[in-house]
C-alpha cells in the first residue's frame, strides 16, 4: 500500500501536469503570446514578436518578427503589428497584399483572416497555391475578431464572444454562404485539421465542441475540459491540445493518438 508520502507527491504531480481523463498534459519550456499547431508543425509567438517552431523538442527561432502565425494545409502564414501579411515560402517570408490582423491556414489550402475593423476576409485555394505575393482575398459578410477553419466548415467569435459557423465553405468557395449563431460564448475559437473545434471563454475555461461530423458541422454542445488553471489561447493537430495559460505558460496535452510534432519546414 502506498505511505502517505508517495500519495501526496503524486498528487502534486497530477496537479503539476494537469492530467484529466482524456488528455495527458506536459509544461513545456518557453512563454508565448500565442501558437498555431497544424498539419504536424506547431509555430509560437512571444511578447517580442519573436516566431517560433517547435522542431526535436525545443523551440528554434525562426527569423522575422509577427505577432500572429498560423500553420496548416495552406502552408505557414503570418501577420505583424501593422497587419501586414506573409506567406512562408523557401525559407523566408514573403509579403502579401492586405492587411489583416489575424491568420488562419488551417483550410483545405485556402486562407482565412479577420482586419482591424473585424472584417472577414478568406482567400481561394487556387490563390493561396499561386504563391502570389499580389493574392486578392474576398470580403465576407459580417464582423468577427477571431476565425478559423477546418476541413467541415470555419468557426469564429465577434467582439460579444458570440460564435458563428459559416456554411458551404469549399476551397473553390471559401466565403461560405451563410452564418449559423451556436450556443454559448467563446473569446477564441479553434478548428483543428481533423475537425475537432476547441475554444476558451472570458473565464479562462477550455471547451471542445462535441458530436461534429459532415453531416451535423455545427455538432450539439459544449463539454468543458477540466484542466487546472486558467486559459488564454488553444491550439489542436494529431492527438495534442497545446495550452497557453494566461501568464503565457505552454502545455502540451497530448490524447494517445498521435505525437508527432517534431517535423523540420
Known amino acids: 500500500m502506498p505511505s502517505l508520502t508517495m500519495l501526496s507527491l503524486l498528487s502534486l504531480m497530477l496537479l503539476a501536469t494537469g492530467v484529466r481523463a482524456d488528455f495527458q498534459c506536459t509544461l513545456i519550456p518557453g512563454n508565448l503570446r500565442q501558437i498555431d ?3 504536424g508543425k506547431v509555430y509560437g509567438i512571444n511578447a517580442k514578436e519573436e516566431v517560433f517552431q517547435w522542431v526535436d523538442h525545443q523551440w528554434k527561432q525562426i527569423p522575422g518578427q509577427l505577432s500572429h502565425v498560423s500553420v496548416g494545409p495552406a ?3 503570418g501577420v505583424n503589428k501593422a497587419n501586414n501579411i506573409y ?3 523557401n525559407s523566408s517570408w514573403m509579403p502579401v497584399a492586405g492587411a489583416l490582423k489575424q491568420v488562419d491556414a488551417g483550410g483545405n489550402k485556402f486562407v482565412a483572416g479577420v482586419n482591424a475593423n473585424d472584417n472577414i476576409y478568406c482567400l481561394r485555394q487556387s490563390c493561396t497555391l499561386a504563391y502570389s505575393s499580389a493574392a486578392t482575398f474576398t470580403l465576407l459578410d459580417g464582423g468577427l475578431k477571431y476565425y478559423s477553419c477546418g476541413p467541415i466548415g ?5 467582439n460579444g464572444n458570440y460564435i458563428y459557423y459559416r456554411h458551404n465553405v469549399k476551397p473553390s468557395n471559401c466565403q461560405g454562404s451563410h452564418w449559423q449563431h451556436i450556443d454559448s460564448s467563446l473569446t477564441m475559437v479553434e478548428v483543428g485539421m481533423d475537425g475537432s473545434v476547441f475554444g476558451v471563454n472570458s473565464g479562462g ?3 471542445k465542441r462535441e458530436g461534429i461530423t459532415e453531416s451535423t458541422p455545427t455538432g450539439t454542445s459544449w463539454s468543458l475540459q477540466d484542466f487546472c488553471g486558467s486559459f488564454k489561447h488553444v491550439s489542436y493537430d494529431a492527438g495534442s491540445l497545446w495550452l497557453l495559460n494566461t501568464d503565457g505558460d505552454i502545455y502540451k496535452c497530448s490524447d494517445g493518438r498521435n505525437d508527432n510534432h ?4
Open 75 to 77: 502552408g505557414v502564414w
Open 205 to 207: 475555461d477550455v471547451y
Open 87 to 89: 506567406m512562408r515560402q
Open 154 to 158: 470555419c468557426w469564429g467569435v465577434n
Open 262 to 265: 517534431n517535423n523540420n519546414m
Open 37 to 39: 499547431a497544424g498539419a
